[in-house]
């Protein structure tokens, strides 16, 4: 069986987003500083950028869906445009249910409405013996940590001070983590953790 990863971004502050986040600043005032990394220097930083994508499913929030709020009153599809990178199933927490959505490339949006435990058991059906990422915000992260239903932790941290906005492990109680790994360069620092657990996880 595949490990439940998280790939995030965070600045040296904990926060994974800005403060005000929208349609036109959707990782927040100054949140889009968080992924310099993967952008201005790809090639310094191939193998972490690798590791986000290629899973058997993925996870996420509805908040990294997307901006809309409250029950689908108006077509949304995503940030990433008609082909999403991730190529897999991916299951959308919300409150609001909605049929899925299938893009070119492979990826189809799942929305599920009852809750974590229910968004991991579709993903770990879906995703067989591969990998499932828990893809983001910090919300779900902390829900997912909180629920010890992730097996390994990888944060980059941007060299940024945010001062506001969504911060990583608010939600998350006492969580305990062991280093595997970590690498830096001017724009990230890569750091691996193993979360520690006192009992088997169940499912």
Known sequence: MGIVTCDIGVSVDGFAAGPSQSREEP???GGERLHRWMFEAPEENREEIDAILGHGAYIM???MFGPVRGPWDEPWDGWWGRE????APVFV???HPREPIGMAGGTVFHFVT???EAAFAR???AAGDRSISVAGGASTVDQFLAAGLIDELRLHIAPIVL???ERLFVRSGDVRLETVSARANPLVAHVTYRVVRDAPRSG
Request: aromatic share 4%; charged share 25%.
């Open 163 to 165: 001062g506001a906005g």
């Open 123 to 125: 993903a770990r059906e």
């Open 93 to 95: 927490l919300t409150h």
């Open 27 to 29: 990782l927040g005032v």
């Open 61 to 63: 929030g509805r908040n």
């Open 84 to 87: 999403p990178p991730y190529r």
């Open 114 to 116: 009852d809750g974590v």
